[in-house]
């Protein structure tokens, strides 16, 4: 429709779909929106809002490049300004190529670099915008070099590459640019724009615009007095380095919920900081380049500038320190530095000692505080420590430092005094670092006087030795040490692959909560600890701070490996015997909540690790079905990485996958195709295929001998229309065509996956809203399939009804009315496939 009638707002569009005949359904919006973000590199929007067909909109439209010298050694063209308008088309695999057959590749720094590295194209050679990667020599084999200009011309067949004159001018054709361009910016209140999306409106509104050869467009824009920052379009004499700073201030602002005078003091601190990280690397790259010297000059000019002067780093310095007293602002500022990442630790180290003796006693806290984080960051818990009480020495309530300590404390298993400084820092009960340690708090013995010798031989009284310091045994704490190593999992940089693995765990999920539902999964975080090495790094980091008896257990349990286990005895309530199915070794192990629902002779994967006087398991117990056990196995000893081990475990949580008779996954395809010869290509037809006889238009079918229909083709004019349910079964036929018409090409291809009930059932629900383009063939496979389903149900055991089947439970008066509920709960849509029928189940159980 975009390509036929041009943009259109998204209004618009429904209502030119909706006059086609195309119903969205209950939920046009986000149909809509799911078909317009699936449109990379065809689909655009421009600055008004509108959506556009790049190829239609850009079609004939031609950008030129002054090539430079690394773009002509590593065959390269460079992005952004020039090209930025076609530099998306490659996205598309219709544009993957040039006119000549030539393969173009688009990369962008820090998603794509393996691509132009293997190439052997420096990284630092291709900008930060990107680049359009071309065939090894091409530019030289067209004859180019530095300072020449090439031609990029939009075409049908792809992206047509030519030189062009070296001194392309046009005074008319700049100018109608530079004027398209301005009235664009005129109709977004002259603020920045995305150039790219500049350029496809002012074509938009212009049909001869770039349709003759003009100069690079950097070269115009500058030409014309427009601003041009990167990927930003402005009018003249705009002000980026402000526009940047307030966007940025206003992120800030709403990142950290802070007003906007707290906002200001975070980024004019992190601006301070980031002027020091960059001597910084400058004076670790290289010493005898004045590095270090420009470093020392930088600290003595904010240490030496007169405050009357009100300008320098100096100044700066003092107008915004005051405000790091306020922990919102000091938490913002290590935010907005280093994150929770050690990259810029070191940075932030020497900027916090550095602005320590410039500051106001009140801020000196934070600075001390923001040291500790720099040395948590590179490992070093000791130094970090010290910083953090000379934090609380300074302002004993500040409460960044209280809870830093708080971590410490509990790390060394000393509960009460963290609990004593989480509650000085105003935690509230309900925080859950109160709640944990409130958990492993150990009473004070009952048998031993406060003034009486205590109880570990020491000589000195209770109160002065163990009260407060008593510890449970090691069996009930090492819960406590799991949990630690979570924490330091939540709060540091393996947070991102946190992210990473919980999507892989959601995979498969229709909430949408689901990613939040996963980061709570167990198996989410020890798959990090264990399988990605987060616990050795937590041992290795903060190991000194567990108590001795803690350290050993952790050692310990890094040499433990996951494994599959075959239930062997239930001791319900209280514990499993289980046998260890790759070594043999049986345990037993105390595990309450899981007792009361494994039984015996399952399989579970899980770690089992020492604990005290007990074995335990900690990070989840995943169920393993019998014909998965081997290949479990067999991805256990190839020491899985997180991801690859938590896909393989998340597999149970598929949707039953549905495929045809010969085994191919579900998709319902149809491709039309037009041929030069229609009466050719009907004698071909009737030598390979076997036509219909019953057909009003000329069909014919694929099949096997008293098999099924594989393929059905029928031809209206010189359309050929071709109807499967796989995509195997597709491109059999489509390989057969081409040999039989070579002048066949194709008009239109739809390939709708069906591939499990999930899949099938969003089809047929969209077939029942209205629409007319889903395949009836999908709906009769779901109800196959689901019908084939429902007998298998009936006798399979089912947790709602206490592991009985349904045929059992219809049989026992005692489950009678728990089966007769369970069926009531059932969703009762007898027009839509993909449900069970609980009518149907009903009267096969006879329950009337």
Partial sequence: MLAEHGPMTEERLVSVLNDCGVVLGADADEALAEALDDGAGVLAVLTDERWVSLPALLAGRVFTRRLSGPEVEHDFLESSPDLGPVDMLPEHVGYQRLVDGSPVIGVLPGLDDDTPTARGVPPEAVGDLGALLLPTGYLVGKGLSEGDVIAVQVTAEGLLLKAAPDEVTSVEGTAAVGHRLSQVLAAQS????????????????????????????????????????????????????????????????????????????????????????????????????????????????????????????????????????????????????????????????????????????????????????????LGDVAAAEADYEAAESLDPQWPLALSALARYAGDRGDATRALDLLRRAGASSDHPLVGLLEQFEAEPRSDVGRNDPCWCGSGRKYKKCHLHREQLPLDERAGWLYRKAGLFLSDGPRRVEMADVARERAAFSDSPYGLLDALEDPLVADAVLFEGGGFAEFVAVRGALLPEDERLLAEQWLLVDRSVFEVEQVHRGEGLTVRDVRTGDVHQVRERAASRQLKVGALICARIVPAGDTMQIFGGIEPVELHERDELISLLDAEPDPIDLVSFLTRRFAPPALRNTEGDPLVLCEVTLRTGDPAALVAELDETYARRADAHTPQWIESVADGPVRATLSLDGADLTVHTNSEARLDRVLDTLRKLDPTLTVVEESRQPARDTREAAALTSRSHSGGDQVDPRAAAVLDKFIRDYERKWLDEPIPALAGYTPRQAAADPTRRDDLIRLLDSFPNHLDQPGLMSPERLRAALDLG
Avoid at 276 to 295: F, M, N, Q, T
Avoid at 299 to 325: D, H, I, K, N
Avoid at 343 to 369: K, N, S, V
């Fill in 190 to 377: 002259d603020e920045p724009v995305l150039l790219d999306a500049a350029v496809w409106t002012a074509c938009a509104d212009d049909a001869t615009l770039f349709t003759e050869l003009l100069p690079p467009l950097g070269e115009m824009l500058e030409a014309c007095g427009l601003a041009c920052d990167g990927e930003w379009l402005a009018p003249p004499g705009f002000d980026f380095r402000r526009w940047r700073a307030n966007a940025r201030l206003g992120a800030i602002a709403v990142r950290h919920d802070l007003d906007h005078d707290e906002a200001v003091a975070v980024l004019a601190i992190v601006a301070l900081y980031e002027r020091i990280a960059d001597l910084h690397a400058a004076a670790s790259d290289a010493y005898e380049g004045g590095g270090d010297a420009a470093l020392t000059a930088f600290a003595t000019e904010m240490a030496g500038q007169p405050e009357s002067s009100g300008t320098g780093p100096g100044a700066v310095v003092r107008s915004v320190l005051p405000a790091l007293a306020e922990p919102v602002v000091a938490a913002a500022v290590l935010t907005e530095t280093v994150g929770t990442g050690s990259d810029g630790a070191a940075a932030l180290g020497l900027f916090a000692e550095t602005l320590e003796p410039l500051a106001p006693r009140a801020a000196r806290p934070a600075l001390r505080w923001l040291r500790g984080k720099a040395h948590e960051r």
